[in-house]
């Protein structure tokens, strides 16, 4: 049986890559913060029952050692993997006005704990096995008011191309997938404070409209197949035009 690993598992899209690949006949693991979310979800979606959830946080070293060392004990091995987790950002602002301790944990979720959860994945992986990282539009273009997330955001950019260079002489492949705005549960709490983001925002987007989960799960389950075969350290943007607006 092939087995996968998709951190940020419990919604949005870590939780649609979760279900795809569990449709797809895969064992899948997958962890978040809050056990809470991922019962709510696998009451809405029973198939999720067969899924080996853990309750981890990314920014803990100790849980995360745990996470690779219960994987490895119970499987010894991974096929694919989706780092995808990422918690809501805490350093937006103007960069004077953001205290250094939010720079520091944006900077670590968004970039330290992605490299982290990299190398141990390589460490369960042989040649076919194949792995992509949840980047974002911001990874390659200027963001404002975010410039601690775009610059973890490019930093792996560089980290998804060098070691997809380093990876590909024992087989294994590493890419990409940068979305645009694309309309997940986080949006649809800033829906909350704002009733017309949703327009507004479209408004900005050369296709007029948010990506849906689904079109971004495709990218990455394009990417993680044989399909994709001969794409290297690619980054796959999937954002209905706004990078190029």
Not at 131 to 158: C, D, Q, Y
Request: hydrophobic content about 40%; aromatic content about 6%.
């Amino acid at each position: 049986m092939k087995i996968a690993l998709v951190t940020g598992g419990s919604k949005g899209i870590g939780l649609y890559s979760v279900l795809r690949f569990v449709k797809q006949g895969y064992k899948v693991i997958t962890c978040s913060r809050s056990k809470n979310i991922w019962l709510e979800a696998t009451q809405k979606y029973p198939e999720l029952k067969s899924v080996d959830y853990q309750a981890v946080d990314i920014a803990d070293e100790q849980q995360l050692d745990g996470l690779f060392t219960h994987i490895e004990a119970q499987y010894g091995k991974l096929d694919i993997a989706v780092n995808n987790a990422s918690p809501t950002l805490s350093s937006r602002g103007y960069l004077p006005q953001v205290d250094v301790s939010f720079l520091k944990e944006t900077l670590h979720v968004d970039f330290l704990c992605q490299a982290l959860c990299l190398r141990s994945e390589l460490k369960l992986m042989e040649a076919g096995a194949s792995i992509v990282n949840v980047s974002s539009i911001n990874g390659i273009r200027p963001t404002p008011n975010a410039s601690m997330f775009s610059a973890a955001k490019h930093a792996l950019e560089g980290l998804t191309q060098s070691v997809a260079l380093e990876s590909i002489q024992s087989g294994i492949r590493i890419n990409a997938v940068a979305p645009g705005v694309t309309w997940t549960p986080r949006w649809e709490e800033k829906q909350l404070e704002n009733s017309t983001i949703r327009a507004d925002v479209s408004d900005l987007v050369p296709l007029n409209r948010f990506g849906e989960i689904d079109e971004i799960v495709n990218a990455i389950e394009f990417l993680l197949s044989d399909k994709a075969s001969y794409i290297v350290g690619h980054t796959l943007v999937v954002d209905g035009g706004l990078s190029l607006a």
